[in-house]
């Protein structure tokens, strides 16, 4: 069982910038949700997507944006970096939308914005 | 708001040791309640989880964990700690048969175990 995979591991952005960041799903997963892990905090949900469609979103500017695809493998795009972004981004994938469904993390993509 | 509290932002506990690791919540519903654990190095992984019924749950590596609902809390234990068992240890929360699984995290205890 292929486990959830992200690209790349490590980015470096200037302010301004835009940057796309990639996720692949464990094998048979349609759910995916995003996570934003700043230094010292915990992992903050950002969005999470359902068969391709947005199922739920957190506090975050519309400059957050995601895409899932048919595959449920997953993109999250971020315009317009500011040096807040800086963090670590996790993608975690789930059998199913709800409550009760157990989340499986990937290794995240680390993001410096100078 | 919807928040989760952890007390203990770092402990450093000698091996065979033991731990409670606190954690308390703020939601206005019912929720489902996990420990996740994050190695050196490693994905973040569950530890345990409470859905309901017992509100004792028992995870792997020999942890558990004490949902008390009148104290909002869902305290992490483990009688005796092994060096392998430094890590980051998050508690989370969300809104059980809620339309999605967004978690809510708290900020993570740090545990350092000297052998």
């Known amino acids: 069982e292929t486990g959830v995979t992200q690209s790349p591991t490590h980015l470096i952005k200037t302010r301004g910038q835009q940057v796309t960041l990639r996720c692949s799903s464990q094998s048979g997963h349609n759910t995916v949700s995003w996570y934003q892990q700043a230094l010292g905090q915990g992992p903050q949900f950002i969005f999470q997507y359902y068969r391709e469609e947005e199922n739920g979103r957190g506090n975050f500017p519309p400059r957050f944006s995601g895409l899932q695809f048919p595959n449920y493998s997953s993109e999250l795009n971020v315009n317009a970096l500011e040096l807040d972004d800086s963090a670590l981004y996790l993608c975690?994938?789930?059998?199913?939308?709800?409550?009760?469904?157990?989340?499986?993390f990937g290794p995240g993509t680390r993001l410096t914005v100078t | 708001a919807q928040s989760v509290s952890q007390h203990n932002h770092h402990v450093i506990l000698s091996e065979a040791a033991s731990l409670e690791l606190g954690c308390n919540y703020s939601?206005?519903?019912?929720?489902?309640l996990f420990w996740y654990v994050q190695y050196p190095g490693q994905h973040l992984q569950l530890l345990l989880k409470?859905?309901?019924?017992?509100?004792l749950v028992k995870g792997i590596k020999g942890f558990e964990a004490e949902f008390i609902k009148s104290k909002f809390s869902f305290n992490l234990r483990k009688p005796s700690v092994q060096w392998s068992d430094t890590a980051e240890y998050f508690c989370?929360?969300?809104?059980?048969?809620?339309?999605?699984?967004?978690?809510?995290f708290g900020t993570g205890t740090l545990l350092a175990v000297q052998p």
């Open positions: 939601y206005g519903g019912t929720v489902n």
């Open positions: 989370a929360v969300n809104a059980r048969g809620g339309a999605t699984n967004k978690l809510i």
């Open positions: 409470y859905f309901s019924g017992d509100p």
């Open positions: 975690a994938s789930s059998l199913t939308r709800q409550g009760e469904g157990e989340q499986y």
